[in-house]
């Protein structure tokens, strides 16, 4: 038997981090879950239980991925957006040490929406009160790339929304599907549509002009295209804005083709964004039989009463890609 080493990666996941911006009395936070792995010169310390032999393949340890997390959390001016967060973290890595080339960064940002307060017959949003409104993420996913050298870095981002649970109780349909022997599934012109969103665009890779500042190793955001992924606060927000105006509107004719649609608009909506995928669990919520008390509860004209499933769920999942 003989082996070698393919592929190694390794670095610090769970990374568990809250920022506080104060601006005056008016306060912005972020809570992120960090996950940060690094890609290199490494294989010694798999193959050879090497952790220190040569200085510039040392093994850095996952516990200094973690502090300079934290570093990055306190000194970056890019902390409020996950995305140059992210971005700021992976440059960091790949440009400090020479034994890395290559840094993925994945963020899961929490949800803190401001407190709505009234002040006399206005409704304010307070400036240092928040409320966890949802499980729903933000994620982002980077990957940074300096394996043609520590002069020639270039990002490619991954960016969307996890756990954005809908539903709409009519305005879905699913009629004029193939039947076998293997079909019990009734056609319905009218039944309860639920998922829990997930979301990923992916923008069009880019280069990331080498850091200048040695203690920060801070990248230069070369300029706002809307669209793009130095707009991705926007794209974030237009994104998840189709995604919630399009299941709400949307006549429903399947859980695909309404998925299509939202691919479409934030493809239109954003230059900068190349591919788009969901991912759409079809949450079914099954009509109750109360023909043992006769009473009605079957016909989508009748059904009121409701079986929540939690298990199983169909699955649907596509991607659409940019084609000009
Ligand atoms: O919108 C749907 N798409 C399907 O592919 C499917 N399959 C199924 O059983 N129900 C549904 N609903």
Same mark, same amino acid.
């Given at each position: 038997m003989s082996c070698a080493l393919s592929h190694a990666l390794y670095g610090k996941d769970k990374v568990r981090v809250f920022r506080v911006v104060r601006e005056g009395g008016f306060h912005n936070v972020v809570e992120y879950n960090v996950r940060a792995l690094m890609e290199g010169d490494i294989e010694t310390s798999y193959t050879q239980a090497d952790n220190s032999v040569v200085m510039f393949t040392r093994l850095t340890t996952t516990y200094t991925v973690k502090n300079i997390t934290y570093f990055l959390a306190k000194v970056s001016p890019h902390v409020l957006n996950p995305e140059r967060f992210a971005l700021h973290l992976g440059t960091f890595l790949v440009s400090k040490y020479k034994h890395i080339h290559k840094a993925f960064v994945d963020i899961e940002m929490l949800k803190w929406s401001r407190i709505p307060v009234s002040e006399g017959s206005d409704v304010k949003p307070h400036p240092f009160s928040f409320v966890r409104d949802g499980e729903e993420k933000r994620i982002v996913s980077v990957e940074v790339d300096a394996s043609n050298g520590k002069d020639k870095i270039t990002g490619l981002v991954k960016a969307g929304i996890k756990d954005l649970l809908v539903l709409k109780s009519s305005g879905s349909a699913f009629t004029n599907f193939w039947r076998d022997e293997y079909t019990t599934l009734v056609e319905v012109d009218d039944r309860i549509f639920s998922t829990s969103v997930d979301l990923e665009y992916t923008y069009a890779p880019f280069s990331i002009?080498?850091?200048?500042?040695?203690? *920060? #190793?801070?990248?230069?955001?070369?300029?706002?295209?809307?669209?793009?992924?130095?707009?991705?606060?926007?794209?974030?927000?237009?994104?998840?804005?189709?995604?919630?105006?399009?299941?709400? $509107?949307?006549?429903?004719?399947? !859980?695909? /083709?309404?998925? &299509? *649609?939202?691919?479409?608009?934030?493809?239109?909506?954003?230059?900068?964004?190349?591919?788009? +995928? &969901? $991912?759409?669990?079809?949450?079914? &919520?099954?009509? !109750?039989?109360?023909?043992?008390?006769?009473?009605?509860? $079957? +016909?989508?004209?009748?059904?009121?009463?409701?079986?929540? #499933?939690?298990?199983?769920?169909? #699955?649907?999942? /596509?991607?659409?890609?940019?084609?000009?």
């Amino acid at each position: 038997m003989s082996c070698a080493l393919s592929h190694a990666l390794y670095g610090k996941d769970k990374v568990r981090v809250f920022r506080v911006v104060r601006e005056g009395g008016f306060h912005n936070v972020v809570e992120y879950n960090v996950r940060a792995l690094m890609e290199g010169d490494i294989e010694t310390s798999y193959t050879q239980a090497d952790n220190s032999v040569v200085m510039f393949t040392r093994l850095t340890t996952t516990y200094t991925v973690k502090n300079i997390t934290y570093f990055l959390a306190k000194v970056s001016p890019h902390v409020l957006n996950p995305e140059r967060f992210a971005l700021h973290l992976g440059t960091f890595l790949v440009s400090k040490y020479k034994h890395i080339h290559k840094a993925f960064v994945d963020i899961e940002m929490l949800k803190w929406s401001r407190i709505p307060v009234s002040e006399g017959s206005d409704v304010k949003p307070h400036p240092f009160s928040f409320v966890r409104d949802g499980e729903e993420k933000r994620i982002v996913s980077v990957e940074v790339d300096a394996s043609n050298g520590k002069d020639k870095i270039t990002g490619l981002v991954k960016a969307g929304i996890k756990d954005l649970l809908v539903l709409k109780s009519s305005g879905s349909a699913f009629t004029n599907f193939w039947r076998d022997e293997y079909t019990t599934l009734v056609e319905v012109d009218d039944r309860i549509f639920s998922t829990s969103v997930d979301l990923e665009y992916t923008y069009a890779p880019f280069s990331i002009a080498s850091p200048t500042d040695e203690k *920060k #190793l801070e990248f230069v955001v070369p300029g706002v295209v809307k669209g793009g992924v130095w707009d991705s606060d926007g794209v974030f927000e237009r994104a998840r804005n189709v995604t919630l105006q399009v299941f709400a $509107t949307d006549d429903s004719a399947s !859980v695909q /083709a309404t998925l &299509y *649609k939202m691919e479409q608009q934030i493809i239109a909506e954003n230059d900068g964004v190349d591919h788009v +995928k &969901y $991912t759409l669990p079809n949450k079914h &919520y099954v009509p !109750v039989d109360m023909s043992y008390i006769g009473i009605g509860n $079957t +016909k989508p004209t009748e059904a009121e009463v409701f079986i929540p #499933l939690a298990a199983p769920s169909g #699955l649907i999942s /596509a991607t659409a890609s940019r084609t000009k």
